[in-house]
């Protein structure tokens, strides 16, 4: 697949995000000398030819006061990961979860969440409740606690695969 100037500029200037203003597109469209609708139609074929996935936001929850941070790990059935993922990703204090595939020998688990919270012992709190909440106790699990954050920037891709470089934005440590 071959991707236009304007596609081309398009991922450049989103590296660095979406200008935080009112009109986004517009002001980015204004950056690179083309219009609003020329950005949206751009974009909107980056996602349908599935170069672009999401958008999101980089929040530096640290810096607003959320330094008890644990990363939740899973080894549940293939079967059950899907609505147990989905029970879990409603719960209003789990900030992230998704699935990703076991890692045989060295990594067994396939459901991970997040929960970013100010102190600790309520966090520790709110995995018991998810734990008990969704049945899990005698599922294999651990629980690694943030020890530093390291800086978070979208992604980086380029058309080789080998050369994508997506950064970490938590280095974790074991409960």
């Known amino acids: 697949m071959e991707l236009t100037a304007l596609q081309h500029q398009l991922i450049e200037e989103l590296r660095n995000g979406l200008p935080i ?48 941070n644990a ?32 890692v045989p020998g060295i990594w067994p688990f396939n459901l991970y969440c997040m929960i970013h919270g100010r102190e600790k012992m309520i966090v520790r709190a709110q995995i018991r409740h998810m734990v008990a909440q969704l049945g899990l106790t005698d599922v294999p699990q651990k629980v690694l606690f943030s020890k530093r954050c390291f800086a978070q920037h979208a992604g980086k891709y380029s058309l080789s695969p080998t050369s994508s470089v997506i950064p970490a934005g938590e280095q974790h440590e074991p409960a």
């Open 21 to 68: 203003c009112s009109h986004p597109y517009r002001t980015l469209a204004d950056s690179i000398g083309t219009s609003e609708a020329d950005v949206m139609n751009a974009l909107h074929q980056l996602m349908q030819d599935g170069l672009i996935n999401r958008f999101g936001a980089i929040l530096r929850h640290r810096a607003l006061g959320y330094q008890a």
């Open 71 to 102: 990363m939740c790990v899973f080894d549940i059935p293939d079967q059950d990961v899907r609505d147990i993922g989905k029970r879990m990703a409603a719960l209003s204090y789990v900030t992230l979860c998704y699935q990703r595939e076991r």
